[in-house]
């Protein structure tokens, strides 16, 4: 499997931020990045849930706004997903040492996997009381606090959107607007404004829908309105995914291997392209060698010390939740599968944590008043230079067909 740029991924933007508020970098940032940051006192990052370099690229045409602004190229972490690859870049470290790892995480004392975000049980559906296990075990300050702590003129703010924020904004102007009000609210400001789509309607309706297409086409079209806005070009605003999505063809692999589940110490965590297995010690050959076989054109199956050795998390130390969630073997999508919960009524249509380029590889959109103006000037200079060679393709053209036209009349000179 291909595991993502660590050096060049969402850990190393949120790095760079950092560094340019003034706050020591945890990790290398991006060099990109940090000349694109230099003069600018008001920064705002919007996260488009889902919305993958791949997306963008299938959805809106080579000469739409945000694709003609992309400005570089980086990679989501391992998994591409919500809750490891955001959280990855608001804490700025990577998920083995953040220990957000994916959807559905083990916690001490509990003998099913918590999905992270919502605290319910993954198996019973049971809601356990507050306040959240993430809160109690995975607690850490993220670049926000960190900022607004160390930094003694700048303003920090996270904005989310309903239903994230119960009492966020519901329509997509509204987000917009509120994110550059709050960093109008002060001299330099930073702000991360999260948007759950299209990612949501990609889960439901597939990579190639029509909702899916006008989902991005309009946050397309809103950013081209907020961010062209004259009061707005003193603002360098990026746009980001968390991840990229893939259609995908759900596996019942219990359904398919009953006796697997007599081998497993509990139920598999973390994502259904990600999956941790707890496999008793006296099957572990058996399963490897049983998976492999009927999975392995699929899934790449790792031991545990493959996973850290090879660092498919990410670099640093471990936090202590990764020893709690992550079984002895981890089944990672190399293809269009998941593997399916037998409770799972619904499946996914679209989805992400594999690790395929569609869904590590995001975006960085980057736009404020000096980009549009060096932009102006260099599309003015590529419209020159287009025009000027298809004057010259035309005359050599017009040459080619006077020459032929002139050697056809000597000939027939000749004849006569």
Known sequence: MRIPDYNNCLVNLSNSILKHFGIEPFHETIKEVDKMLEGNDQVIVFLFDGMGSFLLEKHLDVDNYMRMNVRHKLSSVFPPTTVAATDAFLLAKYPVETGYLGWTQYFPHHGEPIEVFTNKGSITSNHYPQPKLRDKYLDEKNIVTLINEQSNDTKAYVLFSY???????????????????????SPKTFVYAYWPYPDHTIHEKGVNAKATRRQIQKINRLFVRYTTKPANQSVLTFAIADHGLIDVKPIDILKEHPAWEDMMEKPWAIESRAASFFIKKEFE???????????????????????????????????????????????????????????????????????????????????????????KERWRKEDEEKNLNEAKRKLNIDDDANRVESLEDNSKQDEN
């Open 163 to 185: 239903p994230v924020d119960k009492k966020g904004p519901r329509l997509l102007s509204s987000f917009i607007k509120k994110a550059y009000k709050l960093a109008h609210s």
């Open 285 to 375: 050959k058996q399963f490897k060698n049983e998976f492999n076989e009927a999975y392995g054109d699929k899934f790449e199956l790792y031991t545990k010390e493959q996973v850290l050795k090879n660092n498919i998390f990410g670099l640093g130390n471990p936090h202590p939740m990764v020893e709690v969630t992550l079984g002895n073997f981890l089944a990672i999508a190399i293809d269009k599968y998941n593997i399916r919960r037998p409770d799972d009524h619904r499946p996914f249509i679209g989805h992400h944590a594999g690790a395929t380029d569609e869904e590590y590889t995001i975006s960085l959109v980057g736009v404020n008043g000096t980009l549009l103006e060096q932009d």
